[in-house]
């Protein structure tokens, strides 16, 4: 059975930094695509960053310059480090793993709000 869980998230100031961690636990092989969503009050859930097994990374435009996703595909493990934090970037964080063969799966989510 394989598992997600996320660690990081908490409360921050306008202008600070948090990062948020992802790690798979069980048998998980050939981890292809990992991905950082996230999902506001209200809104609908946003694909944040993208980092494939080759190390090529995607943003979406209101993070970029701002967050960096990284991985350790050793430990299978990913990261959102989070800089510049805005009143906007509030919501729930959630990563998700895409493995070869297909199988797709998600962290419980980690609350991240920024307000002074």
């Known amino acids: 059975q394989v598992q997600l869980v996320e660690s990081g998230g908490g409360l921050v100031q306008p202008g600070g930094s948090l990062r948020i961690t992802c790690a798979a636990s069980?048998?998980?092989?050939?981890?292809?695509?990992m991905r950082w969503y996230r999902q506001a009050p209200g809104k609908q859930r946003e694909l944040v960053a993208t980092?494939?097994?080759?190390?090529?990374?995607n943003y979406a435009d209101s993070v970029k310059g701002r967050f960096t996703i990284s991985r350790d595909n050793a430990k299978n493990t990913m990261a959102l480090q989070m800089r510049a934090l805005k009143a906007e970037d509030t919501a729930v964080y959630y990563c998700n793993f895409l493995v070869v063969g297909g199988a797709n799966y998600w962290g419980q989510g980690s609350q991240v709000t920024v307000s002074s």
């Open positions: 980092i494939t097994s080759f190390g090529s990374t």
């Open positions: 069980g048998s998980v092989f050939r981890i292809n695509v």
